[in-house]
């Protein structure tokens, strides 16, 4: 079973920064694409960024520019720099991992919460 646990949530005011760890255990293998998810409060889950297994990412819309998102060199895992966060990022962010056969796997979630 793979297992998922995000760290690095918390509180910032409006214009600071945040980086989401997460990093994988248990059966890490074949992982094709990681990433990250945000839902808000009374909103749908969102795509946030993700990275394939070859480095290729994708990012949401709302968050082009501002976040970056990496392969965690140190384990099997990846990280999310958030820059210039707003309050409307304000959501719990979850990890995500897709392997072929096995489908989805999530996170428990972190909760970023941006002041204004």
């Known amino acids: 079973q793979l297992r998922l646990v995000e760290t690095g949530g918390g509180l910032v005011q409006a214009g600071g920064s945040l980086t989401l760890s997460c990093a994988a255990s248990?059966?890490?293998?074949?992982?094709?694409?990681m990433g990250w998810y945000r839902q808000a409060p009374g909103k749908q889950r969102e795509l946030v960024a993700t990275i394939t297994h070859d480095e290729i990412t994708n990012y949401g819309d709302s968050v082009k520019g501002r976040f970056t998102i990496s392969r965690d060199t140190a384990k099997i895992g990846v990280l999310l720099r958030m820059e210039r966060l707003k309050p409307e990022d304000t959501a719990v962010y979850y990890c995500?991992?897709?392997?072929?056969?096995?489908?989805?796997?999530w996170g428990q979630g972190t909760q970023v919460t941006v002041s204004s």
């Open positions: 248990g059966s890490a293998f074949g992982i094709n694409v």
């Open positions: 995500n991992a897709y392997r072929p056969w096995y489908g989805d796997s």
